[in-house]
Structures are given as structure tokens and as C-alpha cells.
């Protein structure tokens, strides 16, 4: 999806009615995991809410890589936002439209109709009191030259649906008379720029539809068809178990996909991609019909713009606190891909933290009083416990071990940074997936849900340095596994408890899983149906 970069000076103003008047305004940019998660959870009787977004649906993005091969259909896997906020108690107002700029000083918002040959102005703007970014990420390109002018890409159901209809066109041209075997074998040879899930998904759903339903419908070219994965990385599906990357690249092996690890993509142009093999250092010609890129996700440009604005220009993404507040504005608040969490190092406050646990003011740090606060620490600090899990560590105490492994019954300030200097080794940035982005509006949703509750009577924890509590938990994500489909009706899962699970069965899991997640009966129905359709008729090859 396209965001616009420049504004028109005129703009027409929303003002907030009178029967509104008394409620805090909140408005939300973007209809994706995030932003809906976040509507469906909201209590909106205390606030006035109003959605802007440039298309008008939820989109369920984990089966875009099965739309664009016809194994879900497009219009399965959206539910329109009108039909999601009409079953709220209450009223949510919500405009398509773009977000041109975000004017944190006025609280302000300025938008653009995505309509524009129909009569009426087009540029507006609204007032807030809170503002939730949810409007995702768009493709990184890495200013690769000849990405934008000749890849592909998977991150909307518009580019689902331009795939499909590009895999056919690659068929029916290959077949024509007159080319060569060659320029068959060209045409035929599909790449994907990307080991990851979604690279990894959408080679497999190609495979099935090729060697399911093709090769019956184009039988002269089946020999020439090739479909290869490049992944600048040592393996596919390296955010995965190592026994799940074994057995995608051992499966594709089989299956004749070709996986080329270790070579970065230099440059793309009309009918080849240019790599260079991290190895040797050769670059390599790979002539192509079709590249699809699924190498990451970039900043949109009027986030950009709005991180300028607060200081954040030299980040490469917009960055919250741990409560999701984008940090230099409180009044926003940023979820899903287009944020990241900045969680807070322990050695920034750890002179606070050992002072607030001194009661005695001795000096020295017991055992005893360290217990005291630990709790706090573990909330407000994560990573403590996550270092303790890594080291086999089943007692805090055991950080204060001396050299020897003998246990001090107190420590200076020295002694307990030392004890707590390789804590923060363990953070680690939240992975730009639906699973974040759904947790992340749940949460805010509940924070809104409870606003003056917990102002009130603070449930975070303790505020070091000062006296006083945070009002709310801090955002804590819980890991409920991942799938990833790798075709011939077999997947393999990471679930937690250190759980893998690879095969036919997975599959069956996976189907539950994604069934079950729908945001709505008839979206649940519709994806169902056709996955009853494709094993009964198989897949429809049709160009539309």
C-alpha cells in the first residue's frame, strides 16, 4: 500500500460532535493484526473513536502466500472493517482514507481520501487526544537497484492477487510457438528473494500448484519449470528450531526446489537477478519470469517523517517504551511492525535499583534485601529472568556467587553490577509478525479499558528513583509458536516448551490453528470451503 508524501495545504477539518464532547478522542491509523486487535478489545464507552485507514478490510496476511496460488481465495481471508466495528457496544467512526502527516504539536492528523474522481474535497484532518499508529510496514528493498521496477512482492492481498495472474501469464506465454527451449526455460524459472516464512510458505504453495494442477494443464513444459529460493543467510528459516531449517531444506531438496544459501541479490532487472556468492565473491547471472522479494519490512514514509519530527531520525524504526508509548510523545502510541519495543537496559538504573533496595543504607546489598525488589525487577526488566532461564540458574541468589562458586552474603555496588552485567545480553527485538501485533492491541486495549482504575491504583511496578508506582504492567509477550507450511501436505511447527512437530499431522494442526484464528464465522466458513474445494476440484488456473 502507498502512502502519500506530500500535502495539500487545504484541508477540511473534522470537528468531534457535541454528544462526544466530554469523551477523550482516540484515533487509530491502520485496520491490520494491531489496529483491529485493538478495536475488537476496546471499550468504547468511554471514549470517541474514529479509524482511518486506506483499505477498507482486515486482511488474515499468514494465507496471503495460499491466495496466490488459488488455495484460498482473496476475498476468504478479509473481513471489512464496517462489518468488525459494527458489532461493537457503541459507536467507532471510520474514514478511508491515507495518513499524510502526523502533527504531534496540534494533535493532529492529516489525511487524504484514496478516492479521487468523485466530487468533494479530499484532504482533511482530525483531532486527538491519544493516537494509536498501527499502520504496519512496507517493503525493504535495501535500495537494491531494479527491486521496485521488477519484483514482486507479498504483503497485501493486491500483491496476492498480481502473483497469481503473473504464474499463469508465465505458463501460457512459455507454451506459445516460436521460443526456443531456452526462452521456455526462462520463463518458467520462478525466484524467490527471501528464506524466510513467507518466501519459504509461497515456494511450497508454487510447488503444489506447478506439480498439482499445472503440469496436467501445460504438459509440454513441465520439464521446464524451476523454482529457486536465494537466502543471504547460511540457512532458510533461520528464526526457526535448527531441526525445522534441516527438514524445509531437506523437503525441498527432494522436491526440486533449489535453495541458494549464502548469496545476497545486487540488482534485478527485467528478465535476470544478479547475486553475488558471499563465499567466492562471484556474482551470478539467474535468468527469471518472475521474481517475487519477501526480505523484510521498511519504514512508510510519513512514520519517517513523524520520527523526524521527535527525535528519532536516526532510528531505523519508531521506538516505544515498554507500556507502548512512543517515546518523546506521550500522547502516542505505536503497535504492530511500524514499532519496536525499546525495552530499558538494567545498567542504566542499576545505581537507583541497589539504592532502593539499601533500606539499611549500608552501603552492601543482602540477600534478603535484593529479594525484596526482585519482583519489581523481573516485571519492569525481563531480561533478568530470561538470563537466569539461560544459564540453568534456578535461584537469583546464585548470581552473587563469587569466583569460586561460594555464596557472598552481601555485595557493594560493584560487586552487584558485576553480578548483573551480562543480563541485558539477553534482550531481544519482537519479531515483526501478526503474533506481536495482535498481543500488542489486546494490551493497549486493556490499558485504555482501565485507564483511570490503575491511575488510581497503580498495578505496575515499583518506579525506581522516585516514589510511586507505573499505573500499568508493561507489555510482556508471550510466545504461542510458529508454523510453517512446506507443502506436499506436510509443516513443520515450533511451539512452546521447546516443542517440534514436523509432517502430515502438523499440517492438520495448521489448518485448526489458522481456522480457528479467523476473525469471523464467515471468513472461518469461507476458508474452510476452500480447502475442501482445492483437494476435491483442485485449483482454479483461470487468469482473473
Known amino acids: 500500500m502507498v502512502y502519500a508524501e506530500n500535502v495539500d495545504n487545504s484541508q477540511k477539518v473534522v470537528e468531534r460532535s457535541q454528544s462526544h464532547s466530554k469523551k477523550k478522542k482516540i484515533v487509530v491509523l491502520g485496520t491490520g493484526w494491531a489496529g483491529t486487535s485493538f478495536l475488537k478489545d476496546m471499550d468504547i464507552s468511554s471514549y470517541d473513536v474514529e479509524v482511518v485507514s486506506p483499505r477498507n478490510y482486515f486482511a488474515f496476511t499468514p494465507l496471503l502466500p495460499s491466495v496466490t496460488c488459488g488455495t484460498v481465495e482473496a476475498r476468504s481471508v478479509v ?15 471510520f474514514w478511508e482514507a491515507e495518513c499524510l502527516k502526523i502533527d504531534p504539536e496540534n494533535h493532529k492528523v492529516i489525511c487524504r481520501s484514496i478516492v ?59 507454451v506459445l510457438p516460436g521460443l526456443s527451449e531456452e526462452e521456455r526455460r526462462t520463463d518458467l524459472h520462478f525466484v524467490i528473494v527471501g528464506g524466510g516464512p513467507t518466501g ?30 536465494i537466502q543471504s543467510g547460511d540457512h532458510i528459516l533461520n528464526t526457526f528450531d535448527e531441526r525445522i531449517s534441516c527438514f524445509a531444506e531437506s523437503k525441498f531438496q527432494r522436491d526440486g526446489i533449489e535453495v541458494l544459501t549464502g548469496c545476497r541479490v545486487v540488482s534485478v532487472s527485467e528478465h535476470s537477478v544478479n547475486m553475488k556468492v558471499k563465499s567466492t565473491g562471484e556474482y551470478v547471472i539467474v535468468p527469471h519470469g518472475m521474481v517475487v522479494w519477501s526480505t523484510g519490512v521498511g519504514t512508510r514514509p510519513f512514520v519517517r517523517d513523524f520520527m523526524e519530527q521527535i527525535g528519532q531520525g536516526k532510528r531505523w524504526i519508531l521506538a516505544t517504551d515498554e507500556w507502548l508509548r512512543v517515546k518523546g510523545c506521550p500522547d502516542v502510541y505505536a503497535i504492530g511492525d511500524c514499532a519496536t519495543v525499546d525495552q530499558r537496559k538494567i545498567m542504566e538504573d542499576i545505581l537507583t535499583i541497589f539504592e532502593a533496595a539499601d533500606t539499611d543504607h549500608s552501603g552492601t546489598l543482602t540477600i534478603e534485601e535484593f529479594q525484596d525488589v526482585l519482583e519489581d525487577i523481573i516485571i519492569r526488566y525481563p531480561q533478568v529472568e530470561l538470563y537466569l532461564k539461560s544459564k540453568h540458574l534456578f535461584e537469583v541468589t546464585e548470581l552473587f556467587k563469587d569466583s569460586e562458586g561460594n555464596e557472598r552474603e552481601e555485595v557493594d555496588i560493584e560487586g552487584f553490577k558485576s553480578a548483573l552485567s551480562h543480563v541485558d545480553s539477553q534482550m531481544k527485538s519482537l519479531p515483526a509478525t501478526a503474533q506481536v501485533a ?47 507450511p512446506l507443502g506436499g501436505s506436510k509443516a513443520a511447527a515450533e511451539l512452546p516448551g521447546d516443542w517440534v512437530s514436523m509432517g502430515r499431522s502438523t499440517q492438520w494442526l495448521w489448518y485448526s490453528v489458522y481456522a480457528s484464528k479467523q476473525v469471523s464465522w464467515r471468513t472461518r466458513i469461507l476458508v474452510v470451503w476452500d480447502w475442501t474445494r482445492r483437494y476435491i476440484f483442485g485449483r482454479d488456473s483461470s487468469r482473473i
Open 200 to 229: 519459504v510458505e509461497f515456494a511450497a504453495e508454487l510447488h503444489d500448484f506447478i506439480h498439482e494442477d499445472l503440469v496436467q494443464l501445460y504438459p509440454s513444459v513441465k520439464d521446464l519449470v524451476k523454482i529457486t529460493v
Open 79 to 93: 473481513e471489512p472493517v464496517r462489518n468488525i466495528i459494527k458489532k461493537r457496544n457503541g459507536e467507532i467512526q
Open 116 to 174: 479521487e474522481n468523485l466530487v468533494g474535497e479530499n484532504d482533511f484532518s482530525l483531532e486527538y487526544d491519544h493516537l494509536v499508529v498501527a499502520v504496519g510496514a512496507q517493503v525493504n528493498t535495501f535500495d537494491t537497484p531494479g527491486v521496485m521496477e521488477h519484483c514482486h512482492f507479498l504483503k497485501e492481498v493486491e500483491d496476492a492477487q498480481k502473483i497469481r495472474r503473473t504464474v499463469i501469464d508465465c505458463f501460457e506465454k512459455a
Open 438 to 484: 495482535a498481543q500488542q492491541g489486546s494490551y493497549l486495549a486493556s490499558c485504555f479499558n482501565r485507564w483511570e482504575k490503575c491511575n488510581t491504583n497503580p498495578e505496575g511496578p515499583r518506579v525506581f528513583g522516585s516514589a510511586g508506582r507505573h499505573a500499568f504492567l508493561p507489555f510482556t509477550y508471550r510466545h504461542l509458536g510458529q508454523f510453517a
